[in-house]
């Protein structure tokens, strides 16, 4: 059930004035927030996730939601994805130039990673509501900066 748990994730940590707490209840939070939606906000919320997940990969191919480990070797990151998505979501208005200037977001948040601190926290250490949020300032700001 990995897959419910990523678009959970998502729509959890869209809301930025939610993100308190444990990870856990942040999530159990949005589900119960949500759970009588109308057939109508559930497209919405679909088209919703679809765009920003459309608009990622197109950003970020052909790494989307990767990052290289200690040894070189790209890997799937949840919390990378998390911040991806929720920073695409907020711009998403920008989404053509996001798309037009991939290359410079791709080189600039490659860049951020080098250092170790911001590395820690894109990858997960600490998952916390501060480190949630705190990643989620991190690709929000490196993709602002090209849109």
Known sequence: MIDCE??????????????????RKILDDCM???????AQKLRELRERFLSALTVSNS???PHTFEIKDADGKWRRSQPLFDA??????????????LIRRRA???ETLHKRLTNKEVYEIVVGKPNTAGAV???????????????
């Open 32 to 38: 119960e927030r949500n759970r009588t939606l109308s």
């Open 6 to 23: 990523i678009v959970l994730r998502f729509f959890a940590f869209r809301e930025q004035t939610k993100i308190r707490g444990s990870v």
């Open 59 to 61: 950003v970020f191919k």
């Open 133 to 147: 949020k705190a990643r989620i300032k991190i690709l929000t700001s490196t993709l602002k900066r090209y849109a």
């Open 104 to 106: 410079q977001i791709v």
């Open 84 to 97: 991806v998505m929720v920073a695409v979501d907020s711009l998403i208005a920008e989404k053509a130039e």
